[in-house]
């Protein structure tokens, strides 16, 4: 299969909106029955061999052990119990409403108390109505599915190999299902007091400076799939270091700025997969050199650092 397939926003833009708001339902569920982690670690997806995973959950809320999966070669979702029960329906054919019933049912069946305290979309523009009420969104391609799957696994395997050049504390790359992008990200030691005000999720995501990196499908704002990049706190003069390849740039986000790369210039690029693994260490010294991390002790030898060294 050809790396980073051509996959336009605008040409699965109603399966997006429907699948981002099916994924919040299991997510959300997934936040509920966890243990908590550090940094929410506990509440991303992780990519599968055919799509996307809760990974196991319950046990410490006194439901049974119980996994969620979405088949996005089969386009199912599937969920299942430590016991060996399965219970699985078509992703294809339902509304945000009519998903979410069935999976509250499917649950049921597993002997799995599946309730949502706040059944709602997150962050998103419907965010004040009920999954249970939203018959708006009901689009899904299965042939679009499929895709953004096997975009995911692709991007994942370039940022965890990004990640082998690090041995400083990082998070696992993940998919996060409230912002719909997979990321992965780089932690100093260094904390950083946030205020109450900035609340828990805040608080507890940035307690120690970070770079972090990903990749999104685009949104509104950019309404096209790129690479991405941010430092927490931004130091100073940070849009001024030099982004390689040079159709990087950086954007205010309005929070900050981002350094940017659009999956259509690296497409384009006689090596993709250098030009995205160069972009991202781009970035990452950009930010961490200006905060000061000790760059040299944090490689891994043989990670993508001493390549990017010798030619820079």
């Not at 945000?96 to 709602?120: C, K, M, N, T």
Request: hydrophobic content about 35%.
């Amino acid at each position: 299969m050809e790396l980073f397939p051509p996959f336009p926003l605008d040409t699965w833009y109603d399966t997006k909106q429907t699948l981002h708001r099916f994924e919040q339902i299991v997510g959300k569920t997934r936040l509920r029955h966890s243990p908590r982690r550090n940094h929410w670690w506990h509440v991303p997806f992780h990519l599968t061999g055919t799509g996307i995973t809760s990974r196991p959950m319950g046990m410490v809320d006194g439901n049974p052990v119980f996994t969620v999966d979405f088949d996005f070669v089969r386009h199912q979702l599937v969920a299942s119990n430590i016991d060996g029960a399965r219970v699985s329906f078509p992703l294809q054919g339902n509304s945000v409403a009519s998903f979410y019933l069935r999976f509250q049912s499917a649950l049921d069946s597993l002997g799995v108390d599946g309730s949502i305290p706040e059944a709602h979309p997150f962050d998103l523009p419907d965010a004040g109505r009920p999954f249970v009420e939203d018959h708006e969104h009901a689009v899904y391609v299965p042939e679009h599915a499929t895709r953004y799957w096997q975009i995911l696994s692709q991007v994942n395997l370039v940022l965890e190999e990004f990640s082998s050049g690090f041995s400083g504390k990082t998070s696992p790359v993940h998919h996060f299902w409230h912002t719909f992008d997979l990321a992965v990200t780089r932690f100093s030691p260094h904390p950083v007091p946030q205020p109450r005000e900035a609340g828990e999720l805040i608080r507890e995501a940035y307690s120690r400076e970070v770079v972090s990196f990903g990749f999104w499908f685009g949104d509104d704002n950019i309404p096209e799939p790129c690479f991405y990049s941010y430092t927490a706190p931004e130091p100073r003069g940070l849009t001024e270091r030099q982004l390689a390849p040079t159709t990087a740039e950086w954007v205010d986000s309005g929070h900050g700025h981002l350094a940017l790369l659009r999956y259509a210039d690296a497409r384009k690029a006689p090596d993709p997969q250098a030009t995205v693994l160069e972009f991202l260490e781009s970035a990452y010294r950009a930010g961490a050199e200006l905060a000061g991390w000790d760059i040299d002790a944090l490689a891994c030898p043989g990670g993508i650092t001493d390549p990017y060294r010798a030619r820079h």
